[in-house]
C-alpha cells in the first residue's frame, strides 16, 4: 500500500469573538458537514475519526464521548488527543501509512467564549509545588520569555509591534477573521503591558470556532483537488519552567526537522511559504528561526523590516492573519493553519490569493506553560 495520505476535504466555521447562538456540537457539525461535501464522501465512508480537545476547557471529562454523534462517528474508532489540531493531523498520518484506515477525519473546536476562568485553567497546568503557589498568572512566562529572547536576540519592540501590523491587516481581507484591525506601530507600543516588555496588543485574543479535515490514501478518489502531506513532526521539550531553553523554540526545532526529513526538504527556503504559531507577537519570530527560515535573528528581523513576509514578499507568513488577526482557536489554532494552506495550494484563498505556490507549512505550539509544538508540510503533488 502507498505510503501517500492526502487531504481530500475541509470545513471550518467563521471564527467568531463568542458564539451564544450555538453550542460546541453545532459547530462542529456545520464543520463536519462541510468537509464531507467538499471531500464528496459520507460520513459513513469514513473509516476512524480523531477529536482534540482538553478536557479543562470543555469542562466535560473522557471528551470523545460527546463528538460522535454530529460527526457521524457512532461505532466507529473515535479517539481524543488532549493536543493541538496539528497533533491530530499527524495521527491520522500515521493511522493511514500503518494501514489501520483508508479515511480519518480530524476535528478541532473552541468554545473559548465559554469559558469563565481561562487563566485558573493555565495555573491548573503550572508545577503544584514548585510554582503554583507562586500566584503569578502563567501568561508572565511568556513576558519573561520575550524579554530573554529580545535581549539575546538583538530583535526590538518595533519588530514585534510589526509583526502584529502585519498579522492585523492580513485579516482585513480574511472573511473568517473574528479581529481585523488596521494598525500602526505606535498604536502596538502605546497599548498597555500586560506584563513587561509584552504588551496586551502582542497578545492573540480568543474565538470561537470549527474545523474537520478529512485525509485519506492515495486510493481514495476525491470530489475536490487533494493536497498531500509531505510530512509532519511534533515534539515537547522540557515540561518544567527550570529546565528548558528559554532562548529558543526546541520543540519547533525538533518537528520541523522530522517533518523537513519525511518531506526531502533540505532548506526551508523550498517552501512558498509558513504559516506559524504567533500567540504572542515575538513568538512568530521565534518560530521562524526555530524552523531554519533564518540562521541568525538578525535576518528575521531584516526580513520584516523589507517586507519579505508580507503577503506581496518573497517568503509571507500568515497570510491568513495568524492567531492575532483570526484570534485564537484553542485547540482549533493548528487547523485553522491547516485551512489556510489547503485552500492557497488549490487556488481557493480569493482576495488574499498567492501566486504560484506548492509547498507550504503550518506550525503549533500548545501555548503556556507548556513547549508542545507540530509541525506539518502540504504540497500540491
Same mark, same amino acid.
Given at each position: ?37 467538499? /471531500? ?15 478536557? $479543562? !476547557? ?37 493511522? =493511514? *501509512? ?42 508572565? $512566562? ?8 529580545? !535581549? ?8 514585534? /509591534? ?5 498579522? *492585523?491587516?492580513?485579516?482585513?481581507? !480574511? ?31 480568543? /474565538? ?6 478529512? $485525509? ?37 526545532? =525538533? ?5 523537513? *526529513?519525511?518531506?526531502? =526538504? ?34 528575521? /528581523? ?80
Amino acid at each position: 500500500m502507498s505510503d501517500r495520505v492526502s487531504i481530500i476535504g475541509i470545513g471550518f466555521t467563521s471564527l467568531k469573538r463568542s458564539t451564544p447562538h450555538q453550542s460546541f456540537k453545532e459547530l462542529m457539525f456545520e464543520a463536519a458537514q462541510k468537509a464531507y461535501r467538499d /471531500a464528496g464522501v459520507q460520513a459513513s465512508e469514513i473509516d476512524s475519526f480523531v477529536t482534540c480537545a482538553e478536557d $479543562l !476547557n470543555e469542562g466535560l471529562s473522557i471528551f470523545d464521548e460527546y463528538t460522535p454523534d454530529q460527526l457521524g462517528a457512532a461505532r466507529k474508532p473515535m479517539h481524543t488527543l488532549t493536543q493541538d489540531g496539528l497533533h491530530g493531523i499527524g495521527d491520522a498520518v500515521m493511522q =493511514i *501509512r500503518a494501514g489501520i484506515a483508508a479515511t480519518v477525519a480530524v476535528e478541532a473546536h473552541s468554545k473559548a467564549s465559554n469559558i469563565l476562568t481561562p487563566d485558573w485553567l493555565l495555573d491548573y497546568a503550572m508545577d503544584p509545588i514548585f510554582n503554583r503557589p507562586l500566584g503569578f498568572n502563567p501568561h508572565a $512566562l511568556a513576558a519573561l520569555e520575550m524579554n530573554l529572547f529580545l !535581549n539575546e536576540s538583538g530583535i526590538g519592540f518595533d519588530h514585534c /509591534a510589526e509583526v502584529v501590523v502585519k498579522n *492585523r491587516a492580513n485579516a482585513l481581507v !480574511n472573511p473568517v477573521a473574528a479581529y481585523p484591525l488596521d494598525m500602526t506601530s505606535t498604536s502596538v507600543n502605546s497599548s498597555p503591558y500586560f506584563a513587561y516588555p509584552l504588551r496586551e496588543a502582542e497578545m492573540a485574543r480568543h /474565538a470561537d470556532g470549527a474545523v474537520v479535515v478529512v $485525509l485519506a490514501n492515495e486510493a481514495i478518489k476525491s470530489r475536490a483537488k487533494p493536497v498531500w502531506v509531505l510530512g509532519a513532526g511534533f515534539a515537547n521539550d522540557s515540561g518544567t519552567v527550570e529546565s528548558r531553553d528559554w532562548r529558543k523554540a526546541v520543540y519547533a526545532e =525538533i518537528a520541523a526537522k522530522q517533518a523537513y *526529513r519525511q518531506a526531502s =526538504i533540505k532548506d526551508p527556503r523550498e517552501i512558498d511559504f509558513f504559516e506559524v504559531d504567533d500567540t504572542y507577537a515575538y513568538k512568530e519570530l521565534q518560530h521562524l528561526i526555530a524552523l531554519g527560515l533564518y540562521a541568525e535573528p538578525a535576518q528575521a /528581523a531584516r526580513a520584516l523590516e523589507s517586507g519579505e513576509t508580507q503577503t506581496g514578499g518573497k517568503t509571507p507568513v500568515n497570510v491568513s492573519g495568524g492567531a492575532l488577526g483570526m484570534g485564537l482557536a484553542l485547540e482549533a489554532a493548528g487547523l485553522y493553519r491547516i485551512v489556510e494552506l489547503v485552500l492557497q495550494i488549490r487556488g481557493q484563498a480569493g482576495p488574499r490569493q498567492l501566486s504560484r505556490v506548492k509547498i507550504g507549512l503550518a506550525q503549533s505550539w500548545r501555548g503556556v506553560p507548556t513547549t508542545s509544538g507540530a509541525v506539518v508540510i502540504l504540497g500540491s503533488e
